[in-house]
């Protein structure tokens, strides 16, 4: 994804910070690993914020979704059920909120969050990815509910419209617009043969969520 190149240097400073301060460094890092097109994924997130005067914990969970900045945009097109699904999985992976996505997805049968096995517990997957450094499920959820949707061949509302089987240039353009890959990204998984295989997420007509799943 597009934030990379930044979140990979603050890794980097990090890891130097760590290696000149001794003990306790090594607890608040994770590993990285290749994200979309081969890119370095970022660095991990902090999941209790400390207050700089007390050194204790503020409650406050954050993850790569705090204060993203994006927002939706009105969907007129979407059938009541899909529109507030989308609007409540959005709200909820900007508070972080695994446990609360993770209902949400045991309400369907057969919800897909990773093509390694998602017979375990998604919110712990999801809350793995985020502090070790794995992934940006959170933010990539609330990306691609701010993009253009489509339709898949199951009649399913998807999200972003370049994972549907006729996706246009637009749609492609659309990803490296917003932010969300590099034009090398685009490019890579274009030539592949396989289609867009970044993140992407899925809800049927009647507000089931089928999946948030990147890979192929």
């Known amino acids: 994804m597009k934030r990379s190149p930044l979140l990979v240097l603050l890794l980097a400073l990090a890891l130097a910070v760590a290696g000149c301060g001794g003990g306790g460094g090594d607890d608040a890092l994770g590993e990285t690993a290749a994200g979309p097109g081969g890119e370095t994924v970022e660095a991990p997130v902090a999941t209790d914020n400390n207050d700089p005067e007390t050194g204790t914990g503020t409650g406050e969970v954050t993850c790569s979704a705090t204060?993203?900045?994006?927002?939706?945009?009105?969907?007129?097109d979407l059938?009541?059920?899909?529109?507030e699904l989308r609007e409540r999985l959005f709200s909820l992976a900007g508070q972080c909120d695994y446990e609360g996505l993770a209902a949400i997805a045991k309400e369907?049968?057969?919800?897909?969050?990773?093509f390694g096995g998602s017979e375990g517990d998604p919110a712990q997957f999801w809350r793995n990815q985020e502090e070790g450094a794995l992934g940006e499920p959170m933010y990539a959820l609330q990306m691609v509910l701010s993009l253009s949707h489509g339709r898949n061949e199951?009649?399913?509302?998807?999200?972003?419209?370049?994972a549907t089987e006729n996706a246009t240039d637009e749609d492609w353009q659309e990803?490296?617009?917003?932010?969300?890959?590099?034009?090398?990204?685009i490019e890579q998984m274009r030539e592949s043969g396989v289609g867009y295989t970044g993140w992407r997420t899925g809800i049927?007509?009647?507000?089931?969520?089928?999946f948030l799943v990147e890979g192929d």
Do not use: R
Not at 154 to 162: I, K, L, N, Q
Not at 175 to 185: K, Q, T
């Open 67 to 76: 204060d993203s900045g994006l927002a939706l945009d009105e969907a007129p």
């Open 79 to 83: 059938p009541p059920p899909v529109a």
């Open 108 to 114: 369907s049968e057969g919800f897909t969050y990773s």
């Open 154 to 162: 199951g009649g399913s509302f998807v999200w972003p419209t370049a």
């Open 175 to 185: 990803l490296v617009d917003e932010g969300f890959y590099f034009p090398s990204d």
């Open 204 to 210: 049927t007509p009647d507000g089931e969520w089928q």
